[in-house]
């Protein structure tokens, strides 16, 4: 018995200090019943089941707290776990005698929270829980894996990153366009490079995950798509045009007919998603849409002139168009 017991603890082991996928400080998905407990040396454990049922599981986190601005040949700080409880790091189980020293959370309001509370040293740790894996283009999720809730650690002092953002028209006012930027301390998010369709490949990259709401979707909030933060400058520009979800690396539900176009998708409101840069936490905008446009109406001139304003001030080459 001793023999096995060895040869799965050593089995943990490996497993539990793998290092994190670029990109995201996920534990786990559709997480139940979560506790986070925090003590006086910069680790937590995330206590969890999954899907309401089967075993209890521990996580220990540690190794990082904020984030670096963009540079490359410097690594993003990122985090490292231990999936088995205490036997990667320290070759037991910690669950429980584990010092938890959590103090009440005063720290910033944030979105999609599970649970958060302040460490004796003053930093934050916190959990949130949200939909990442939607399907873009309104389609409601068709499998299990599509519909999943991430469980996200983040670790930090001082400010939280920002989505600053707002809302014109495009193309003489035919369509919709929601603009802005990201930043961290000040800061432009940004990474260095791109999938072809789009996603990051490196650590400092960031998605933005655009919902909309009450749209040509259905009632209520619909994953429209995600993209990235532009380098230098972390703009961002999306306009809302009919897609053809056949091209461009979307996916699409069974059946669903070859060039059948989706949207414009624009709606009375709009929010956007992002995990935070390093290991801080993920954030979140919402704002208002916009009629439509309206040429002989002085207002809405007025803002599209302002918007313009505003969107040649961020200085990114990709969004110039008025």
């Not at 189980?93 to 929270?113: H, Q, V």
């Not at 959990?127 to 309104?138: D, E, K, S, T, Y």
Request: glycine residues 10%; positive net charge.
């Amino acid at each position: 018995m001793r023999l096995i017991l060895t040869s799965v603890a050593l089995v943990l082991i490996a497993a539990a200090l793998a290092p994190l996928a670029a990109g995201s400080n996920l534990i786990v998905s559709n997480a139940t019943q979560v506790r986070l407990e925090v003590d006086g040396k910069s680790e937590a454990l995330v206590t969890y089941r999954v899907n309401g049922s089967g075993p209890v599981h521990h996580t220990l986190v540690w190794g990082a707290i904020n984030a670096r601005a963009p540079q490359l040949g410097v690594a993003q700080t990122h985090f490292r776990f231990d999936y088995a409880g205490g036997w990667g790091r320290y070759r037991r189980n910690i669950a429980s005698t584990f010092p938890n020293k959590c103090e009440r959370y005063d720290g910033p309001s944030l979105a999609w929270l599970v649970t958060a509370c302040r460490a004796p040293d003053g930093s934050y740790w916190a959990l949130q829980q949200w939909q990442l894996a939607l399907p873009n283009l309104g389609f409601a999720p068709w499998t299990p894996k599509l519909a999943v809730y991430e469980l996200h650690v983040s670790h930090w002092t001082g400010p939280v990153a920002k989505i600053e953002a707002y809302t014109d028209w495009v193309y003489s006012g035919r369509f919709h366009e929601l603009f802005g930027r990201a930043t961290y301390k000040g800061e432009a998010i940004h990474g260095f490079g791109t999938t072809r369709y789009g996603a990051p490949t490196d650590r400092f990259g960031r998605l933005l995950y655009l919902d909309t709401f009450d749209s040509v979707y259905g009632p209520g909030w619909k994953r429209e798509n995600s993209f990235v933060a532009h380098k230098p400058t972390g703009a961002f520009c999306y306009g809302f045009f009919p897609f053809d979800p056949s091209k461009g690396g979307y996916i699409t539900p069974p059946g669903y007919p070859p060039h059948q176009p989706r949207g414009p998708a624009s709606g009375t409101k709009y929010r956007l998603t992002m995990e935070g840069p390093g290991v801080t936490p993920d954030v979140t905008w919402v704002g208002n849409g916009l009629p439509n446009y309206d040429p002989a109406n002085p207002a809405h001139v007025e803002h599209e002139q302002q918007m313009n304003a505003i969107l040649d001030s961020l200085g990114d080459s990709l969004c110039r168009r008025h």
